[in-house]
């Protein structure tokens, strides 16, 4: 196990401490101010907002095909019929979206929420993690928050690869300046994998 996890342990650091996205997202858990973190609030209320009416579309959306597909039965000419059925379906799709949509948002606030809340509670320490004196129970927390899932595979008697799933794409991600020569213009990221496999003798077993 302790061979186990200072190889998870340096990989990890390795992948983080060469992360763009993971920096800008250190750097972005230090923006919010109260203002800011208000305006967030206020967005997902009005998400929620728009949600429940847009759901609320949807039903007499969904009602009025389903009044619209009995009248069907009861004509012999469908053709009228079936043309409104078609144009109340394509509301009941664009408000489905719609609904997705506002979901979305609101799961990246609580994401957000939830990286600015890991971040504050290693503090500086997350600036070094190498230096950093962390217990083992501080490192599977910083673990669990940056990394999703970790497999291990026996190749052979002594020698294992490990499968680990970030849960961002951090893993070789990549800095795009849009003018090199003029950086004032800002940059891009470009999302690197979000998994990568690692090999190693993690026993002394033969």
Do not use: C
Request: charged share 40%; aromatic share 6%; no cysteine.
């Amino acid at each position: 196990m302790d061979l186990t996890d200072d190889l998870v342990w340096n990989n990890i650091i390795d992948v983080l401490e060469k992360s763009n996205l993971y920096r800008e997202k250190v750097k972005q858990s230090l923006l919010p101010s109260n203002e800011l973190m208000k305006e967030k609030k206020e967005n997902v209320e009005r998400n929620n907002k728009r949600i429940r009416k847009l759901k609320i579309e949807l039903d007499k959306i969904e009602d009025a095909i389903t009044k619209q597909q009995t009248t069907r039965l009861l004509v012999e000419n469908t053709k009228q019929i079936d043309g409104v059925i078609k144009e109340l379906d394509k509301r009941r799709i664009e408000t489905l979206s719609g609904i997705e949509t506002l979901t979305e948002e609101n799961q990246t606030n609580v994401k957000v929420d939830e990286w600015i809340d890991w971040y504050k509670s290693f503090g500086d320490k997350i600036n070094d993690l190498r230096k950093a004196n962390l217990s083992i129970e501080e490192k599977n927390q910083y673990i669990t928050g940056v990394v999703k899932s970790i497999e291990v595979i026996e190749k052979s008697g002594t020698e294992h690869e490990l499968r680990i799933e970030y849960r961002e794409p951090f893993v070789g991600d990549k800095l795009v300046w849009n003018n090199v020569k003029k950086k004032s213009l800002g940059y891009k990221l470009k999302n690197g994998r979000k998994k990568m496999t690692v090999n190693g003798v993690l026993t002394s077993k033969k």
